[in-house]
């Protein structure tokens, strides 16, 4: 089946740093992936949808020059928290898209990451 | 506005026990349902998924059930066991945004004890 990975699982930073965060489809193509936040007891919060060789769309509110998507390749996305506060420690959670043919329309999530700003 | 309500918002049973989770959408137009398990501290896993023309879906011990006319969901859970202790999630697809794009519940909290 679909496998979306992230890397790292858990990070911890000190304020002012930034964090990079990878999001990989391990058997399938992927030219839409999502990024999500999660905040404790909360459900997923879409932040913006990256699309393969163009700029990410984000959701109102979420600021573009803080989180910095760059979908490079049609397997992987990276999520840049730059700048990183402690109110941006959060679960971050990643999903593709596999092309026509396969579950199409289906969002397989990745594991999920956890970050932790100090 | 396109929303997903679910209820209740957590849960304790005992083990061998059932349970039913309700979802409740207002999402238009409607593409299709699904119902997600996530473990704490991990990404969301695909339980069901249900089209407008279903109205059960079944999973072992997870049976989902979708009434497209009152715009309702529920996830049944039979002989629970403790690993079931989890967020449950609805989720729907549809609304302006296009089929791909995910509208989430508030989800329910799930605590099956020995």
């Known amino acids: 089946g679909a496998v979306v990975s992230q890397h790292p699982s858990r990070v911890i930073c000190k304020s002012g740093t930034s964090v990079k965060i990878e999001c990989r489809s391990l058997d399938f193509q992927a030219t839409t992936m999502f990024w999500y936040r999660q905040f404790p007891k909360k459900s997923l919060m879409l932040m913006a949808t990256?699309?393969?060789?163009?700029?990410?769309?984000?959701e109102q509110g979420v600021e573009k020059d803080k989180f910095l998507i760059n979908h490079a390749s049609l397997t992987l996305s990276t999520l840049t928290v730059t700048s990183a506060h402690p109110e941006d420690s959060s679960f971050y959670i990643c999903?593709?898209?596999?092309?026509?043919?396969?579950?199409?329309?289906?969002?397989?999530f990745g594991p999920g990451t956890r970050l932790t700003v100090l | 506005k396109n929303q997903v309500e679910q209820s209740p918002q957590s849960l304790i049973i005992l083990e061998g026990k059932n349970c039913t989770l309700q979802?409740?959408?207002?999402?238009?137009?409607?593409?299709?349902l699904r119902w997600y398990k996530q473990d704490t501290g991990r990404g969301p896993v695909s339980l069901t998924i249900?089209?407008?023309?279903?109205n059960t879906k079944s999973n072992g011990r997870y049976t989902a059930t979708l009434d497209a006319d009152t715009k309702q969901s529920s996830l049944h859970i039979t002989a629970s066991q403790l690993s079931d202790s989890a967020s449950y999630i609805c989720v729907v697809s549809g609304g302006s945004s296009g089929t791909y794009k995910y509208i989430f519940g508030t989800g329910t909290r799930l605590k099956v004890l020995a």
């Open positions: 999903s593709a898209i596999p092309p026509p043919g396969l579950n199409y329309n289906e969002q397989f």
């Open positions: 990256s699309n393969e060789g163009s700029k990410a769309t984000y």
């Open positions: 979802c409740n959408y207002t999402v238009s137009p409607f593409s299709n």
């Open positions: 249900m089209t407008f023309s279903e």
